[in-house]
């Protein structure tokens, strides 16, 4: 057993698939505690009984927890910290799942109690879809997962959360927190704010025309749409916690636009063929990583 009393702030799409995962193995905690911030989600996990525990405030979750995993917005970080800071037990382990990195070592770290391990993670797994319903026990299997350890980092502490994800069935990555938070910049931010882009931009049309649009859409806005169906909280806090690094991908991304469509407007088919042709070569790429 990894652990004795694992505690689960945020029991949603990302949270309750740890919780189910770890109640399908049986070999990860003995007694499973979860909270969330509205009664209704609380009443919702009792009925789904995923976990061996609700309890009703994050304070009371964390006490005599040898694990404590934050599944909440990256914005809620810092308020959810304040309060369960003096109650974490020393020696425990402080893990979370959340989609920044710099942001959450912002918030956590002021806040950590000595002799509390903190660990960073963020599993790249996910569905459009959240809430404690959309959760489901196989959702890590065959994904990465990204841990980004601080300097000084107690290496048991660290083994412990590696073969957390392991147990999940995801293949376990390090990184520094700087490099995470670019590359999901580029992988997932990114293409969020692209997607929520084009789905604005297709319902500013005319009436007319956005009844077309949605009656035709084919496969490529169908996919954008799919990506745009996200949750709101969770992808604002991303974009005003990743600022930075999506901010810089954008730039590069928006001069790379452009130099494809100066070469539309200038019939320049060879630069056409090769972006065709890298985009292609990328998706092949994905597929025999077995990450399409
Ligand atoms: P979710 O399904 O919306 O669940 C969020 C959970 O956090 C809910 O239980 C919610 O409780 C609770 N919560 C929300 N605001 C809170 C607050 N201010 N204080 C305390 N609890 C709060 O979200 P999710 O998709 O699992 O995402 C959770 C984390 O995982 C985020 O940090 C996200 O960036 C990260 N992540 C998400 C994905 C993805 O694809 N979805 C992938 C990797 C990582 P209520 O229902 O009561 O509000």
């Not at 917005?73 to 710099?102: F, N, Q």
């Not at 293409?191 to 077309?212: N, S, Y």
Request: proline share 4%; with cysteine; aromatic share 6%.
């Amino acid at each position: 057993m990894l652990f004795e009393r694992l505690c689960i702030i945020g029991p949603g799409l990302i949270g309750g698939s740890i919780a189910r995962m770890a109640k399908a193995r049986g070999d990860i905690a003995r007694h499973i505690v979860a909270t969330a911030q509205s009664e209704a989600t609380r009443a919702r996990v009792r009925e789904l009984g995923f976990v061996d525990e609700v309890a009703e405030t994050p304070e009371e979750a964390v006490q005599g927890a040898d694990c404590v995993i934050l599944c909440i917005p990256v914005g809620a970080y810092a308020e959810v910290m304040r309060r369960i800071a003096p109650h974490l037990a020393p020696g425990s382990i402080l893990t979370d799942v959340g989609s920044t990195k710099g942001s959450v070592v912002r918030d956590v770290l002021p806040l950590l109690p000595k002799g509390v391990h903190f660990i960073p993670g963020h599993p790249m797994a996910g569905t459009e879809f959240s809430g404690p319903d959309a959760g489901f026990a196989t959702l890590f299997e065959g994904r990465y997962c990204i841990l980004t350890p601080l300097e000084g980092t107690d290496p048991a502490a660290l083994e412990k959360v590696r073969t957390l994800w392991e147990r999940a069935g995801s293949m376990v990555e390090t990184m520094d927190v700087a490099t995470h938070d670019k590359v999901v910049a580029m992988v997932s931010h990114l293409p969020h704010l692209i997607a929520f882009t084009i789905c604005g931009t297709a319902d500013d049309l005319a009436e007319e025309t956005r009844e077309a649009v949605l009656k035709y859409a084919a496969s490529g806005f169908r996919d954008f749409t799919r990506i745009a169906a996200s949750d709101v909280a969770m992808w604002r806090d991303i974009f005003l916690n990743n600022r930075e690094a999506l901010l810089e991908m954008l730039a590069r991304f928006t001069e790379d636009a452009q130099a494809l469509g100066r070469a539309v407007r200038w019939g320049q088919a060879e630069f056409i063929e090769d972006r065709i042709r890298r985009g292609r070569r990328i998706r092949r790429g994905l597929i025999e990583r077995n990450q399409a």
